[in-house]
């Protein structure tokens, strides 16, 4: 499909400028000087990639459904900025950003090698960036499938080449309200599919199809190589691998509620609603605008956790934390 190709190439440039930008700005840091590095300046780039992933869902969402032949009108239009300056856990980007210095000086402390604990930081940092414009888009694609009534689900596409808790997924079916499971890193797409096509697996888009189309090297690093030549010699790749390893939603952990408290100033879109529903605001110490602090802001995936399956209720909680007008 040329609409999920196009969008993996998206999603996988802007999160290689993540990693190119956080790799830069922490060369630039006057190590070994820990607390010289400043974050806000790389959490500024990742936002700005961040919002740039989110505002390609809806564009694909809509190329993608109608590829497959599916009428799929939005009932609401996705808010790309909400996707933006978040963590995949609620958590604010600036302060995940700050975590590999915090971590490395830790280190430092303990008696690690300076040179190490700052090369493991950079690669973390690097992944942290990454990852994070990755799950802002692919979030932002779940919203869109849930804006749209005529969209059941999504069907998950594997982009080679990949590892093997990935592989093993290749087109699993996943309900609209169901979480994207991924790790870090992970460059997976979610295609949407109708009520009809349910059922209807796409044969190229099997564990078994890609396993195929992967060279004998590609194998051996993906499965090891005896599980590689396992799969060759006829065993079940789902046998092989545990398909859960690794993998969590992008904003929920186990069944824990996420909220996050971006965008809840009164100027924020988020903000507004909530006030206009009755939330309390306060101006908080050191903060320039008045905040709402007497309700979360709940992130995409717990909301629909609380909606329980009622796209009705998933859009109408979706509006009012300001995911969608």
């Known amino acids: 499909m040329a609409a999920v190709a196009e969008r993996q190439t998206e999603r996988a440039l802007l999160a290689a400028a993540a990693a190119r930008q956080a790799l830069v700005l922490w060369e630039r840091t006057p190590f070994p000087v820990l607390d010289s590095w400043d974050p806000l300046r790389l959490a500024r780039v990742v936002a700005g990639l961040q919002l740039r992933a989110a505002r390609g869902a809806d564009p694909y969402v809509a190329a993608a459904a109608q590829e497959q032949g599916m009428q799929a009108p939005a009932v609401a239009a996705l808010v790309p900025a909400a996707f933006a300056a978040v963590n995949g856990d609620g958590t604010s980007l600036l302060s995940l950003l700050d975590l590999p210095r915090i971590e490395a000086r830790e280190a430092i402390g303990r008696g690690a090698d300076s040179a190490e604990a700052l090369a493991s930081a950079r690669k973390k940092l690097q992944l942290m960036a990454v990852t994070a414009v990755q799950d802002a888009g692919r979030v932002a694609d779940g919203v869109a499938d849930a804006i749209r009534p005529a969209i059941a689900g999504y069907e998950r596409v594997v982009n080679l ?165």
């Open 161 to 325: 080449p990949a590892c093997d808790r990935c592989i093993v997924l290749a087109g699993r079916l996943y309900r609209w309200s169901h979480g994207f499971e991924r790790h870090p890193k992970c460059d997976c797409t979610m295609v949407p599919v109708t009520a009809e096509q349910w059922h209807s697996q796409r044969p190229e888009n099997t564990p078994e199809q890609l396993f195929a189309r992967m060279s004998p090297q590609q194998q051996d690093r993906a499965f090891t190589k005896a599980g590689a030549q396992a799969i060759r010699d006829g065993a079940d790749i789902s046998q092989v691998v545990n398909a859960r390893r690794g993998m969590r939603k992008a904003q929920v952990f186990g069944h824990d509620l996420r909220i996050t408290t971006e965008g809840t100033t009164r100027r924020g879109l988020a903000g507004k609603r909530l006030e206009a529903a009755g939330a309390q605001v306060a101006k908080l110490l050191g903060e320039r605008y008045r905040r709402v602090v007497s309700t979360p802001r709940l992130m995409p995936e717990s909301i629909y956790e609380i909606a329980n399956g009622d796209r009705d209720e998933a859009i109408r909680l979706l509006k009012r934390f300001g995911y969608i007008h």
